[in-house]
């Protein structure tokens, strides 16, 4: 099982209080601290030089490229921060199946932080409304693409769960 909770904010803050941990999770954790800017892709196929925050400059904001140090130079930054909690009991694969999600988590969030950074003459002028449809289509047409009927997947039962208005929830078993 994966449990994923996530919550973003403009300003940095700690993962203590944005998380709302509790002492025990803050015993147990692992912060991994992803920079768009300098951490590499492990998959190359998936590095594009335009999608490249040391390379490109938005031409709405003039934001970028980002040098060292960009996350205390440049304000305001958006800040995400995600507990991944991952559980997989079957003896002897246990630890290196959890390994391999949490990089390959890692890697999906690099990637799609980069992305949205690059993206962003794309997306800057959206209202939330916008946002929203533009979600909401984007899962539709995936979901075509994939056949997918938002029931079953090869006739397993997928759940997502998604919070309006709260830190985002994703529980897929």
């Given at each position: 099982m994966v449990l994923t909770k996530e919550y973003r904010i403009c300003m940095p803050l700690s993962c203590e209080e944005s998380l709302k941990?509790?002492?025990?999770?803050?015993k147990h954790r692992l912060v991994d601290d992803i920079d768009i800017a300098f951490d590499e892709l492990s998959n190359k196929k998936h590095y594009k030089k335009e999608e490249d925050p040391k390379f490109f400059t938005s031409k709405?904001?003039?934001?970028?490229?980002?040098?060292?140090?960009?996350?205390?130079?440049?304000k305001p930054i958006?800040?995400?921060?995600?507990?991944?909690?991952v559980s997989f009991e079957v003896w002897g694969l246990q630890t290196k199946v959890e390994e391999f999600i949490h990089r390959s988590i890692r890697d999906i969030l690099l990637l799609g932080h980069r992305q949205a950074f690059a993206w962003i003459d794309e997306w800057h002028d959206m209202s939330l409304d916008d946002v929203r449809m533009y979600e909401h289509n984007t899962h539709q047409e995936t979901n075509k693409k994939l056949?997918?009927?938002?029931?079953?997947?090869?006739?397993?039962?997928?759940t997502i769960t998604i919070f309006e208005n709260q830190p985002s929830v994703a529980i897929l078993d």
């Open positions: 941990l509790t002492p025990d999770q803050l709405k904001t003039n934001r970028g490229c980002l040098v060292e140090g960009w996350r205390d130079m440049d958006m800040c995400s921060y995600k507990l991944v909690d056949n997918i009927n938002n029931k079953t997947v090869n006739g397993n039962c997928n």
